[in-house]
């Protein structure tokens, strides 16, 4: 079978992906490349999906191509363009009210065992996973790494203010991936206005938990996590305060 040719911008390319063929700005960077249409139909899920002249699929070098909103709208998920960022979202999207660490607030006071430590982070380039191989870009995490000097070597205390600003603490918590054969597990506590409000252990194979806690009216939230053994990391996934 004969496969038809076309040629037209690569800066092109990157808009009519999520947009399809109309309103792209080409850019002054753009080049005239060869592209092949002999993709003839796409399936998800086994349903047989409806190709249009605007959602075309084509190959080139080797690459099949779909536009991404074709694909994320037959899985049934939204699907968003943030020209300020120029970031595509695909999925649930953060609120415009959320707090995150790292971008919006910045810890207050942080404690920790000699050997252990704390990461926070917005949107970081190296995302974590959970022990489910679930991927995330924002995150809080302690780590328990081996040491020599005992139980009093594995703990984590880090405080973030909230002066009445948040209503919830929301997110996932769990083990990541980083230890996932560890026999070791691991204690969250959190804190709110120095009252306990929260109190899980999380064990091997344990799957991540939804975290939604009221922090109403509080002036900060603490988080204490502790291991009982070495070589063990605890996750808070896309862990943010919602006003």
Avoid: C
């Avoid at 808009?15 to 002054?28: E, M, N, P, R």
């Avoid at 970031?87 to 660490?101: A, L, M, Q, S, W």
């Avoid at 991936?177 to 206005?193: E, F, H, M, N, W």
Wanted: aromatic share 12%.
């Amino acid at each position: 079978m004969k496969s038809s040719k076309s040629k037209f911008i690569a800066g092109f390319v990157a808009g009519s992906l999520l947009f399809g063929a109309t309103g792209v700005y080409a850019g002054s960077s753009g080049k005239l490349i060869e592209v092949f249409y002999n993709v003839k139909g796409i399936t998800v899920n086994k349903t047989a999906q409806k190709l249009s002249e605007d959602n075309k699929p084509f190959l080139y070098n080797g690459t099949t191509y779909v536009p991404l909103r074709f694909v994320a709208e037959a899985l049934k998920l939204p699907v968003k363009w943030d020209a300020s960022t120029q970031t595509v979202y695909i999925g649930e999207t953060e609120g415009k009210t959320d707090i995150y660490p790292e971008r919006d607030i910045q810890h207050s006071n942080a404690q920790t065992a000699y050997w252990s430590r704390y990461e926070y982070a917005y949107n970081a380039n190296e995302p974590i996973e959970d022990n489910l191989g679930n991927t995330y870009t924002s995150f809080l995490r302690f780590e328990f790494p081996r040491n020599d000097n005992g139980s009093d070597s594995r703990w984590v205390h880090i405080q973030f203010p909230l002066n009445g600003q948040a209503k919830k603490v929301v997110g996932k918590v769990g083990l990541t991936g980083k230890y996932r054969d560890s026999g070791a597990s691991v204690t969250l506590r959190i804190l709110v206005d120095d009252r306990e409000a929260y109190s899980e252990t999380f064990k091997p194979g344990d799957f991540p938990k939804d975290l939604a806690l009221d922090v109403a009216h509080a002036a900060k939230v603490e988080f204490r996590a502790t291991a009982d053994e070495e070589n063990i990391e605890l996750g808070l996934f896309d862990l943010h305060f919602e006003k």
